[in-house]
Nanobody, 121 residues
Framework: QLRLVESGGGLVQPGGSLRLSCVAS????????IGWFRQAPGKEREGISC????????FYRDSVKGRFTISRDNAKNTVYLQMNNQKTEDTAVYYC??????????????WGQGTQVTVSA
């Protein structure tokens, strides 16, 4: 079965950090662009970061640039999203997705089920 599984979400105070993981099963992540997306209550899903499958180039939406870092560990078939200096507006369900190239709009072939991140004092 081909799937992605996110983990690492939780409750964090403003200014705190979390690291999300996206693990693939049934296929190899290093051949894919991996995007991180989030959806806050009442808002549309938005792409926030992506790492290219071709040359590991990284991309960030302005709202997270300088605070979030995407990376991959091919040996563990895992992509990470390190989130530092978190803000209340980072509260959302976070998803990872695998596709042929980085794009905020897709297409992506595989999606995870999401992990909740809540930033609150």
């Amino acid at each position: 079965q081909l799937r992605l599984v996110e983990s690492g979400g939780g409750l964090v105070q403003p200014g705190g950090s979390l690291r999300l993981s996206c693990v693939a099963s049934g296929f190899t992540l290093n051949n894919y662009a991996i995007g991180w997306f989030r959806q806050a209550p009442g808002k549309e899903r938005e792409g926030i970061s992506c790492i290219s499958g071709r040359d590991d180039s990284t991309f960030y939406r302005d709202s997270v640039k300088g605070r979030f870092t995407i990376s991959r560990d091919n040996a563990k078939n895992t992509v990470y999203l390190q989130m530092n200096n978190q803000k209340t507006e980072d509260t959302a369900v976070y998803y990872c997705a695998a596709g042929p190239k980085c794009s905020w709009y897709g297409p992506y072939e595989y999606w995870g089920q999401g992990t909740q991140v809540t930033v609150s004092a």
